[in-house]
């Protein structure tokens, strides 16, 4: 059973940082895929904001966090994280960490139907 789970969400001023990270448990199609970062405000689509191939840790990011955020991974521990800096009031919503079902090609529009397997998502608050 494939499962994913985030954490390190919080409150945070405006300015502010957080790290999450995402575990990742049961997933033993391939040894290396691509997972993504999405974020949902309230009343508002899921949003993609960065993929990362876990075979050569090459990245992609939405243009709203790039030089903001970046996503890494340990791959030894199955972790993916998502580092996030100079946050902003927009930034608030729920993330999620997602398992992409396609070659790097196909995951880097960050488009929510191609990525198989969602956590429950972390909480992210930015207060202006």
């Known amino acids: 059973q494939v499962r994913l789970v985030e954490s390190g969400g919080g409150s945070v001023q405006a300015g502010g940082s957080l790290r999450l990270s995402c575990a990742v448990s049961?997933?033993?199609?391939?040894?290396?895929?691509?997972m993504g970062w999405f974020r949902q405000a309230p009343g508002k689509e899921r949003e993609g904001i960065a993929t990362i191939y876990t075979s050569t840790s090459s990245t992609y990011y939405t243009d709203s966090v790039k030089g903001r955020f970046t996503i890494s991974q340990d791959n030894a521990k199955k972790m993916v994280y998502l580092q996030m800096n100079s946050l902003k009031s927009e930034d608030t919503g729920m993330y999620y960490c997602?398992?992409?079902?396609?070659?790097?090609?196909?995951?880097?529009?960050?488009?929510?139907?191609?990525?198989?397997?969602w956590g429950q998502g972390t909480q992210v608050t930015v207060s202006s």
């Open positions: 997602a398992i992409c079902g396609g070659p790097s090609s196909y995951c880097r529009g960050l488009q929510p139907e191609r990525f198989v397997y």
């Open positions: 049961g997933y033993t199609y391939s040894v290396a895929y691509n």
